[in-house]
């Protein structure tokens, strides 16, 4: 069966300083991988989303990147984080553009 | 407004009541899906329901769709307390406009025993 594993669960980061958010998928091959994030008591927000290996679409300008090393490794990053960018963080497959499988999240807060 | 609208945006029940949650959207879509999510944790894929369909059943969940209206309804019947949760549409975009899923912001169910 298909998992996928976020870490780290909780992050509380200063302004300004670097992040990086790593998602996983074991039991599938070549899915389609999506950041989403989500702020409190809202709907969420598509941040990337990748077909395949270093193909990554950006869908809101922002201080963030993702990246995709592996088939199955999809990762968040920045190098300056703002107080904006606090929230739930959700890392998402699927095959085939049909129903996505959401990973546990990751909750940050920038101080 | 955004894609995706769920009203109403808060909704308490007593427990062996239904819920009924709508959802509209602006564009065509490919499909239309519902997520259910507990506080603090990832969303579960619920249900999905393709623009050719009118309804489908699951369970305890009823989704009708209208595309004419571009609207779509979730019925859960003879709630449960574990049925509290936020529940989100999700409204997919023709393949060639990126196949990406829209979410709305959700309609919070508090199902009281």
């Known amino acids: 069966s298909q998992t996928i594993h976020q870490w780290p669960a909780t992050l509380v980061q200063p302004v300004g300083s670097p992040l990086s958010l790593e998602c996983t998928v074991e039991?599938?091959?070549?899915?389609?991988l999506y950041w989403y994030r989500q702020a409190a008591g809202r709907g969420l927000q598509l941040l990337f989303y990748?077909?395949?290996?270093?193909?990554i679409s950006s869908e809101v300008p922002q201080n963030l990147s993702a990246s995709r090393p592996q088939d199955r490794q999809f990762i968040l990053s920045s190098k300056k984080l703002l107080l904006s960018d606090s929230g739930f963080y959700l890392c998402a497959w699927s095959l085939m553009s049909y129903e996505q499988y959401f990973g546990p999240g990751t909750r940050l807060t920038v101080t | 407004s955004q894609q995706g609208e769920e009203d109403p945006q808060a909704l308490s029940i007593q427990e062996g009541e239904n819920a009924t949650m709508n959802c509209s959207y602006k564009?065509?879509?490919?499909?239309l899906q519902w997520y259910r999510q507990n506080s603090g944790r990832g969303l579960v894929h619920l249900i999905l329901i393709r623009s050719n369909e009118r309804e489908k059943h699951s369970g305890r969940l009823r989704v009708t769709l209208d595309t004419s209206k571009k609207s779509s309804s979730l019925l859960i019947t003879a709630s449960r307390a574990a049925d509290t949760a936020s529940y989100f549409c999700?409204?997919?975009?023709?393949?060639?406009?990126?196949?990406?899923?829209?979410f709305g912001q959700g309609t919070e169910l508090s199902v009281k025993p």
């Open positions: 990748s077909v395949g290996i270093g193909q």
């Open positions: 564009t065509s879509i490919n499909n």
């Open positions: 999700a409204t997919q975009l023709p393949y060639n406009q990126g196949g990406k899923l829209i």
């Open positions: 039991g599938t091959s070549n899915p389609n």
